[in-house]
């Protein structure tokens, strides 16, 4: 199966012109992952199916290599809408009407990926995936970050143009930043340790989760981070939690 989805990946993200750095950053993943994916030696994490899906523009019966469910109103549109509307985003950026064309522009460009390498080369924050809506209800150059449910900020751009767009995104990425200790989530946590395996794999190996879970991890660096600690040394970090959890 790992064979025929990373098949999949391969070929969809080829025809939407894609590399596979520019998928991994729309992902909030690394590029080594869907390297592996499309190679066939690993598959991506279940909660991921339906990112892929909407930024491949597929359905998850193509990419699972599954027969086509039924839905009770035949609208797949309207049951995808209804589940994405389930679970409250980690990050989630609002606009108003006005300033979607230049958002549409501006995710052509490289800027968001800018800005997690900023961030990762920093403090060693990985920013997840980042849901991006239209808000009718908010007026026509008006935004607002939310970060599960929570708004965190609200603004407004003056200007409908590239500025425009980065002013967006940095609010986002301070937002996510100065809460990263109520933002991080066992989803990104995987990913760092999924990343420190790949070119560390002695610093994980027999560790986790065996001896420390993945939870224990989310709470030790919400810990660090609500201290005004840097979690980016996290070799360090993973041979601390190792060595308590021996103590026990």
Not at 204 to 226: A, F, H, M, T
């Amino acid at each position: 199966m790992s064979n025929r989805i990373g098949q999949t990946i391969c070929t969809h993200r080829q025809l939407a012109g894609m590399t596979q750095e520019e998928l991994a950053d729309r992902l909030g993943v690394t590029p080594q992952a869907v390297s592996k994916w499309e190679r066939g030696n690993g598959m991506p994490d279940l909660a991921l199916a339906g990112d892929i899906c909407k930024v491949l523009g597929i359905k998850a019966n193509e990419l699972l290599g599954v027969e086509e469910k039924v839905v009770e109103n035949g609208s797949f549109a309207d049951d995808a809408e209804i589940r994405s509307n389930l679970i409250a985003e980690p990050l989630l950026l609002e606009c108003g009407v006005e300033l979607i064309p230049c958002i549409a522009q501006g995710l052509q460009t490289g800027y968001v990926n800018q800005k997690r390498l900023e961030l990762a080369k920093a403090s060693g924050k990985l920013i997840p995936l980042i849901r991006i809506r239209d808000n009718t209800q908010l007026a026509p150059k008006a935004y607002r970050v939310l970060s599960y449910d929570k708004v965190l900020l609200e603004g407004n751009c003056e200007r409908v143009d590239e500025t425009a767009y980065c002013q967006m995104v940095d609010a986002v990425f301070s937002c996510g930043s100065d809460n990263y200790d109520h933002l991080i989530n066992k989803q990104i946590v995987k990913t760092l340790v999924d990343n420190l395996r790949e070119n560390y794999p002695g610093i994980v190996d027999d560790l986790i989760p065996g001896k420390v879970s993945y939870l224990q991890i989310e709470r030790k660096l919400q810990q660090i981070v609500r201290e005004g600690g840097s979690i980016r040394d996290l070799i360090h970090i993973m041979e601390e939690m190792e060595e308590a959890a021996s103590c026990l």
